[in-house]
């Protein structure tokens, strides 16, 4: 069933974030957490700020992408909605729901083999085919951190009064964005990045001072945080603006996933529980305190969602 | 880890429910759908509403009740807020979760083979074991269906401008306080109850006039669905208010909980999915209109869940 052409023209502002809070989760982590899901938000993940705020300032009809997938399905169903068309590159490796939300919505989805041919030279060559396109990134574009402030002036509003707001990690569009808003509307409460162990060069950059790459795209469960390095665009906000990282190991997200299936009925992706887990990982630093974990996106497969709550 | 005490005296009001809207869901079933998902009410089903107002409201210390968990778990929970204590009469066949959760909150499960001691029986033994304790009904109570009115008075409060609500039903307790709630608030909107095929007792009953029963416990997914007859307090109140009972068969149960799982991020329960399992089961009816689907609960154990999010 193809979704193309259906709601072209609707406004579709991105939906405000759910709050969600739960005694018992917050009786078993031993803190008060609130979390601020971005899950039910239009293609179940906060992408959908940027994505929405990138097709509608650009003049292009045409936008390209690299994206582990939902920045793409955003992208695909803002195109949608503004008349427009997208290719996004995606990993062999990439989450089949992903992969088919994008085409749901309507966009082209480019298959790229990440061990052989890296997602930005992939999209370099299809820019090069398509000149009249406008090349988006999923996170390293004033556009995108800009669609994502709206997530920081929400939370502002919200005067939540918490010690902490922890925020996963990937390329840094989202906590750059966050930070931003929250220090556009006067609020100055610290800003934590949450991070895969396997993949810190979020982590790495912030103690070294300098912009740490890593090698390859790490198999990390969490696969919205399989980012090699943050962007030049979010990498000084973040350097700025971020209080610290969080690491968490691949156990700790997935009993993170299974502590907000269980305890608080919320359906997170893996790369959404990284806060969660980076609580799990330092069950002390936080103690009897109050901390907002952003739940970034829901879109896990069947599959892999199955098998982690059932592992529990 | 016991819950009990930690929260003694704090008050608690019903969080509003959590409208969610998903492009998706309402193209893929073929109309504009909203859902209300009370999975993020406290110990997650709405039955935290009528719980909390029973408690609040008797002077009994004790309170027994009979549930298939839901509102065991509520009952507790607010049991543990005001300082009361519970018993709950839960069938053997009963969903672990639940039994859980009522431990967890500080209640005391009572288990029932309900193949030879109907809970109705168990429950009698019990009130005269404990004559200072108040019996409450989980559904068949006039301060369960006022507690759950609170739900109508938000759904008239948001305008929703919808061709009709579609409720759950169980013993009736939350249809007939939507009912109730929506007319003190003079919203008409019609209102249709959803149920198993195999516990069709409502639509029977709406059907012939007068109210039927079944002969046991229907082994139906929907475990909230699992009540013999309506109540002597709900009765009158669906047979005037209810516009109409749609039925839905157990596969089409499974595949609203794997249609809200996919394209609403929604975890819910069996017994929570049986709105979109009555439009799966009519697909045609509400074509292209608006209707909003009442989410009851979240609370699954994670191996059912497991078994049919894979089984799609």
Redesign the interface.
């Known amino acids: ?1 193809s ?1 193309e052409g ?2 072209t023209g609707l406004p579709r502002p991105p ?1 405000p974030t ?1 709050m ?5 989760l917050s ?2 982590l031993g803190l008060d957490v609130i979390l601020a899901a971005e ?2 938000q ?3 993940s906060f992408k959908y700020r940027a994505a929405r705020h990138v097709v509608a300032s650009v003049q292009q009809a045409h936008i390209i992408t690299a994206s582990s997938g939902n920045f793409g399905q955003a992208l695909a ?1 803002a195109c949608a909605l503004f008349g427009k068309r997208c290719t996004v590159v995606m990993p062999a490796a990439g989450v089949q ?1 992903k992969m088919d ?1 994008i085409r ?1 919505y309507g966009g082209t989805v480019d298959i790229v083999d990440t061990a052989s041919v890296p997602r930005e030279e992939r999209v370099a060559q299809l820019a090069a085919q398509h000149p009249d396109a406008y090349i988006a990134s999923a996170y390293d574009d004033p556009l995108v951190i800009a669609g994502n402030s709206g997530l920081g002036h929400e939370l502002a509003a919200l005067n939540l009064g918490c010690d902490a707001i922890i925020v996963p990690v990937g390329g840094g569009g989202l906590s750059a964005g966050i930070i931003t808003g929250l220090r556009e509307y006067g609020d100055g409460t610290p800003v934590i990045g949450a991070e895969p162990e396997m993949a810190n060069d979020a982590a790495r950059s912030l103690r070294a001072g300098e912009l740490a790459s890593l090698a390859g795209e790490p198999p990390t469960i969490a696969d919205g945080a399989r980012v090699r390095r943050l962007g030049r665009h979010t990498w000084p906000i973040l350097r700025a603006g971020l209080a610290d990282i969080m690491e968490a190991g691949e156990e700790q997200i997935a009993q993170a996933v ?1 502590v907000l ?2 305890h ?4 997170s992706e893996p790369t959404g529980a990284l806060g969660i887990a980076a609580l799990l990982a330092q069950p002390r630093r936080f103690a009897g305190r109050r901390v907002c974990c952003v739940v970034t996106g ?2 896990a497969d ?2 892999l ?3 982690i ?2 592992s ?1």
Do not use: Q, V, W
């Open positions: 069933m979704f259906r709601e939906r759910t969600i809070a739960s005694p018992r009786h078993d899950t039910f239009y293609t179940g169903y729901t939300g749901y299974r299936f269980n608080a009925n919320l359906k829901g879109n069947c599959d969602f199955a098998r709550i059932a529990g």
